[in-house]
């Protein structure tokens, strides 16, 4: 297993490019891959272009490292959960941009976020952060998200499925993976979600980006769901948390037992990245130069 880093994790407040500045303090820690994102739908023409692809893959080779995945935003490509046929058709085309951009950047996989139901609102924008009520302002005591009556989550289901089933062969045609990253409150977020769409989908180019965080948020114990997904896990964020409201925390300073996440996965056979995913530090380079020597030492006493 190598060590990644999402440039995320220095573009404060957000992921809005440019990244290079980025890619180069990445690089400066001494990682061996890290994952580039299309945060808003003018980067995939307006930042992505030729030539900027090449002095990005300039700058990152140049360091020795690698592309671990190329990331799409999930609200780039919402029309994946409508039925609409043109609504559908015109997020494949953004989707086939994104892969466009990844096959050119030099790597073999390409992630999105599930998408959640469009016409369900929280009183937060990004659906998936809304788990506790205090989460949003101004505070009311329930945790409210608004459905509508007489919801077909049946039909939804159905329908996103087969969203993914045609981004999969986007992807299989490109030669690369498909990895789909499960959040709380989406369509596709917890271990079962994902085996279950991969029953139907049935193809080696289809996989998940497991997010340690994301699934701690979802009360499962992280080693028995490595172990039911096993060769399904195409790429690994790192984040810890709390149990309680924080899940952005630098592995070791949380409560998931690291060692045990390293065990299953080398136990199913994963050999991918491991990748840090720690967004909003005020003073990232101290927070994430630690997270790295501790995922180092875990390493180290899982190989001995």
Known sequence: MKLGCAVGCFTYPHYNAPYENAIKKIGDLGFQGLELIAAEIEDLDGYYTEDRMKELRNIYTGYGMELSEFVLYAHLVTGLMERSPRQKEEAYDIFKRGVDKAVFLG????????????????????????????????????????????????????????SLKKLTEICEDAGI????????NVEIGTTDGILRAADHIQSSHFGTNFDTAWQLVQREYLPWSIYKLGDKIKHVHLRDGDGLLCYSLPPGMGIIDWNGVVRALKEVGYTGYLSFELTGYKEPEIYISAAKAYMEKILKEEDA
Do not use: Q, R
């Not at 998936?128 to 509508?148: G, N, R």
């Not at 993976?177 to 709380?184: K, M, Q, S």
């Open 107 to 162: 790597t073999d996989k390409l992630n999105i976020v599930s998408n959640w139901p469009n016409e369900m609102k929280a009183p937060i924008d990004y659906l998936p952060c809304y788990f506790h009520p205090s989460l949003s302002a101004p505070f009311e005591p329930k945790l409210k998200i608004e459905m509508p009556l007489h919801y077909d989550a049946k039909g939804a289901w159905e329908n996103y499925i087969d």
């Open 177 to 184: 993976t498909f990895v789909l990253e499960g959040h709380a």
